[in-house]
């Protein structure tokens, strides 16, 4: 294989991974102009259609979707084999790509990276921050952070979080209108807010009886996708709420918010970061692992 058609083969599998001519040539270094007229060069060698263009997007074709499935883990062993390289320098350096939760960003990286980026000036850091779960292999990414419940079993997961609890709180306001609940089946007779996951559903308040977990999805008459306008819902006393115990806890010590159903509120493992099980981690990111872990 000439050293051109190994260039095209990373340059199509950069393009199919991003779906746009224009995020793929930043990755790259190279103009989306010539990157396009790359991709048109192989397509002509090849003799078959691998990309679907619009005037918006650009996808693989089927064609295109079998020769991703084929080049990738070979693209991503040659990538491996070039990182392991830096086991043998000194200084700890190149680029870590990130997926983290909105909740993860917030919690974790915003208290730990930038002491990290200052102590490793070399490194570069690129953090996509989405709710969504993301294929971190087929994207691209080094690693995400997510809940230790969303994390696949075939990842290696490392605590970077303490152990979490959400709760269940209302103001003294909303109980002078409502009876506090005794029981989880109680709740039907509340009002509440409710958070929408991206698939669409209401996310379910997770509760815990004698060792048996079970879910409860509460009568919301407010409903959003966005944590602080929940919170802001929950302080005025319009509603209860399901947050986390370490977000309320001051104002449950002072009295401003009032919690009930704790016997039924268990403790779930954190944020917990993930990457493939590999022999040999890229030095960076094992320094980033060391600093979120601290």
Known sequence: MERNELNDLLAFATVARERSFTRAAAKL?????????????????????????????????????????????????????????AHWRDSISGTVRLTASTYAAQTVLLQKLPAFLLAHPEVKVEVNVEDRLSDIVSEGFDAGIRFHMSVDKD?????????????????????????????????????CVGFRLRSGAIMPWDLEEDGREFNIRPNCQF????????????????????????????????????????????????????HPSRRQSPPALRALITALRE
Request: proline residues 8%; negative net charge; charged residues 20%.
């Open 155 to 191: 990842m290696i997961a490392i605590p970077v979080g303490p152990t979490l609890r959400a709760v269940i709180i209302g103001t003294p306001a909303y109980f002078k209108r409502y009876p506090p609940p005794k029981k989880p089946a109680d709740l039907k007779d509340h009002v």
């Open 223 to 274: 409903i959003a996708n966005d944590g602080a306008l929940m919170a802001a819902a929950v302080r005025s006393g319009a509603a209860l709420g399901y947050m986390m115990e370490e977000e309320v806890a001051d104002e449950i010590a002072d009295g401003r918010l009032i919690q009930v159903l704790d016997a039924w509120c268990v403790p779930f493992p954190g944020l917990h970061l993930y």
């Open 29 to 85: 270094g190279i103009s989306a102009s010539a990157l396009s007229h790359a991709m048109r060069n192989l397509e002509a060698r090849l003799d078959v259609r691998l990309l679907a263009r619009t005037t918006r997007s650009v996808a693989p074709t089927e064609a295109g979707e079998r020769l991703l499935d084929t080049v990738f883990p070979a693209l991503a062993s040659i990538e491996d084999g070039l990182a392991s390289l």
